[in-house]
């Protein structure tokens, strides 16, 4: 069984820093790239930065300086490192891992960021 599981999520005053991390089971990890989504209710989802099996990264050019993905592969584990966040940051986060190989993709469940004063 596959499972995404992101933890990290919470409640941070602007310019602040969090660290999402999402762990994955069920998959063979290294062959998936991982992507961060974020959904804000009422928007579409839209992604925020990603990177993929050869650890080639690209982000949205909102948190472009700010965020920074990673993964460990020993680990089975996607992170998203936030700083400087800002209230527009405020969304739900969401780990999304696809195939290029298998032409698969997964999500988690979600973890809500605030960035509030």
């Known amino acids: 069984q596959v499972q995404l599981v992101e933890s990290g999520g919470g409640l941070v005053h602007p310019g602040g820093s969090l660290r999402l991390s999402c762990a994955a089971s069920?998959?063979?990890?290294?062959?998936?790239?991982g992507n961060w989504y974020r959904q804000v209710p009422g928007q579409q989802r839209e992604l925020v930065a990603r990177i993929t099996t050869a650890d080639y990264t690209t982000y949205d050019d909102s948190v472009s300086g700010r965020f920074t993905i990673s993964r460990d592969n020993d680990r089975n584990m996607f992170y998203l490192q936030m700083n400087s966040l800002e209230p527009e940051d405020t969304a739900d986060y969401y780990c999304y891992a696809h195939s290029p190989i298998w032409h698969t993709g997964y999500w988690g469940q979600g973890t809500q960021v605030t960035v509030s004063s």
């Open positions: 069920g998959i063979v990890f290294r062959t998936y790239d």
